[in-house]
């Protein structure tokens, strides 16, 4: 007897429907075919014990498996409720009347109960969008698939409920979510708020600028400074996530088994901070069977990169393309794989190897050590790094101060209003933000008057700035202009923005 029953296999953060043939005929036999990997052949093995343990069995015939499309690699051990279910329909074990009407992903123990898969939520949306009644699968894989509206989701814990549930011996109870109060309830929930941190006034300002602009910056400053304590409030203030922007951040999550159990949706922009020792792979996804890397885990949120000249230059290189794009493409011999990439850089850097300012008395490097400790960062990624701060070690009246900073919230009202006013103004663009600008949109907004444009000639001839930092203080300045609700640009906005390229001075640059 043949059956057909469905799964669902992950391409980049998109699904695709698996058609799962099942054949029971006579001889001996078991045949896998349609490219699976290694982990769905030794599905054999787990399904057997696991309908033995619940008092069913592989009937001792031939039976032949094929996952259509055939030319399709099918990867990972979420097809054994799917096959199992397959094995009992086509050998008549089961009552087959309903399976068609249902995505069924899973993976067993030996014992009959699942493993909770990955990929959930983008495998629910295929199936609402291909008009499937439902999904079932693990009990704790049921709240992220929830969250697609108008389809039947059913949690299991044992494959012994989804034999009951065909043959209508039991009902499972479906999972109902209700998504926005979900979303609103968890959206300005920080674990840190910008009112801890002590001092460091002119840093929580550029930070301010940066989130309102959607700018990326880089922190200089000596060790134990505050620059990790500084980036990991960033998200705290910037635009909440819409509904939109969430689905998709879920959906990266879910791909990359990122999710918890208890969680639904991701409700607050992503904070990711990898190690220095990452290699390029991990950090812009790939592989031999493609992951997101960190870069898409930090879509619609903040990438933080401690000690930046830590890194590995290839590893930074690669992000150069990403930082551009906004997505990341990979590329291989039969298929090419696109992962959204639209993240906020926040890396930090000492300001030489010794760990000191060059004018610092307690500085050990000499003006070689400093160059080729600087070199590490090209000049290209530095100029997609629209604000250099330099934050200075905190003063101990500051550290015992007991009156507390502004919270992140205040900061947050302001950053928002500048973002309201840039969406106006960009709103038959294709761009959403100041840090988005081309030279042309720089031409159209960032119009100076006479005094602003003697300023920035004296600055770019007596700090000896460089020319690509020219488009970046202009940007910066337009949204410094922006969070005061300024139509024009004034020559305090780009007085203010000229202090925000440490790296472009001449003890910087040589």
């Given at each position: 007897?043949?059956?057909?029953?469905?799964?669902?296999?992950?391409?980049?953060?998109?699904?695709?429907?698996?058609?799962?043939?099942?054949?029971?005929?006579?001889?001996?036999?078991?045949?896998?075919?349609?490219?699976?990997?290694?982990?769905?052949?030794?599905?054999?093995?787990?399904?057997?014990?696991?309908?033995?343990?619940?008092?069913?069995?592989?009937?001792g015939k031939k039976i032949t498996i094929n996952m259509a499309p055939a030319d399709l690699r099918k990867e990972g051990s979420a097809y054994d409720l799917s096959i199992a279910v397959g094995i009992l329909a086509a050998?008549?074990?089961?009552?087959?009347?309903?399976?068609?009407?249902?995505?069924?992903?899973?993976?067993?123990?030996?014992?009959?109960?699942?493993q909770p898969i990955k990929g959930v939520l983008p495998i629910a949306i295929q199936a609402k969008e291909e008009g499937f009644k439902g999904i079932i699968l693990p009990l704790q894989n049921t709240k992220e698939a929830a969250i697609v509206n108008g389809l039947d989701v059913y949690g299991v814990q044992n494959i012994k409920e989804v034999i009951d549930f065909f043959n209508k011996e039991k009902t499972i109870e479906k999972v109902n979510l209700d998504?926005?109060?979900?979303?609103?309830?968890?959206?300005?929930?920080?674990?840190?708020?910008?009112?801890?941190v002590k001092g460091q006034e002119t840093a929580k300002r550029a930070m301010e600028v940066a989130a309102a602009g959607g700018h990326n910056i880089i922190l200089i400053g000596p060790p134990g400074s505050g620059k990790t304590m500084l980036a990991k409030r960033v998200p705290s203030i910037l635009p909440p996530l819409t509904l939109k922007e969430a689905l998709e951040t879920t959906k990266i999550h879910s791909v990359a088994g990122k999710m918890g159990v208890e969680t639904s949706?991701?409700?607050?922009?992503?904070?990711?901070?990898?190690?220095?020792?990452?290699?390029?792979?991990?950090?812009?996804?790939?592989?031999?069977?493609?992951?997101?890397?960190?870069?898409?885990?930090?879509?619609?949120?903040?990438?933080?990169l401690d000690e930046m000249p830590e890194f590995k230059r290839t590893v930074l290189e690669v992000m150069r393309q990403p930082l551009e794009d906004r997505e990341v493409t990979i590329s291989r011999a039969k298929f090419t794989v696109n992962y959204p990439a639209s993240f906020m850089l926040v890396a930090s850097m000492n300001p030489s190897p010794s760990g000191f300012f060059p004018d610092d008395p307690g500085n050990t490097?000499?003006?070689?050590?400093?160059?080729?400790?600087m070199n590490k960062l090209s000049g290209p990624l530095l100029d997609r790094i629209d604000i250099h701060i330099e934050v200075q070690k905190v003063e101990f009246d500051q550290l015992t101060e007991k009156r507390k900073g502004e919270k992140?919230?205040?900061?947050?009202?302001?950053?928002?209003?500048?973002?309201?006013?840039?969406?106006?103004?960009?709103?038959?663009?294709?761009?959403?933000?100041?840090?988005?600008m081309g030279s042309r949109e720089i031409e159209q907004f960032c119009e100076l008057d006479e005094t602003s444009v003697n300023l920035i000639k004296m600055a770019m001839e007596k700090l000896n700035l460089?020319?690509?930092?020219?488009?970046?203080?202009?940007?910066?300045?337009?949204?410094?202009?922006?969070?005061?609700?300024?139509?024009?640009?004034?020559?305090?906005?780009?007085?203010?923005?000229?202090?925000?390229?440490?790296?472009?001075?001449g003890f910087w640059n040589g």
């Open positions: 007897m043949l059956i057909k029953i469905y799964g669902s296999a992950i391409h980049g953060v998109a699904a695709q429907t698996i058609t799962i043939e099942v054949n029971v005929d006579t001889g001996i036999g078991y045949h896998l075919v349609g490219l699976p990997d290694n982990a769905i052949k030794e599905s054999s093995y787990r399904i057997s014990a696991a309908l033995k343990n619940v008092g069913y069995k592989i009937p050998s008549d074990q089961i009552m087959a009347d309903q399976i068609q009407d249902y995505i069924i992903m899973g993976e067993l123990s030996l014992d009959g109960s699942l998504i926005k109060k979900e979303f609103h309830e968890k959206i300005d929930q920080f674990p840190f708020d910008f009112s801890e949706l991701m409700t607050v922009r992503p904070y990711r901070s990898p190690h220095h020792t990452i290699s390029d792979v991990a950090l812009v996804g790939g592989g031999s069977y493609p992951q997101p890397g960190e870069i898409s885990l930090a879509h619609n949120g903040v990438l933080f490097s000499s003006p070689y050590e400093m160059q080729r400790y992140s919230e205040e900061i947050r009202k302001r950053v928002l209003k500048a973002r309201e006013i840039q969406q106006q103004r960009y709103e038959h663009l294709k761009i959403s933000y100041n840090a988005q460089s020319a690509r930092a020219y488009d970046r203080i202009l940007k910066v300045a337009r949204t410094i202009a922006d969070l005061e609700g300024s139509e024009n640009i004034m020559s305090s906005h780009i007085s203010e923005a000229i202090q925000y390229r440490s790296l472009d001075r």
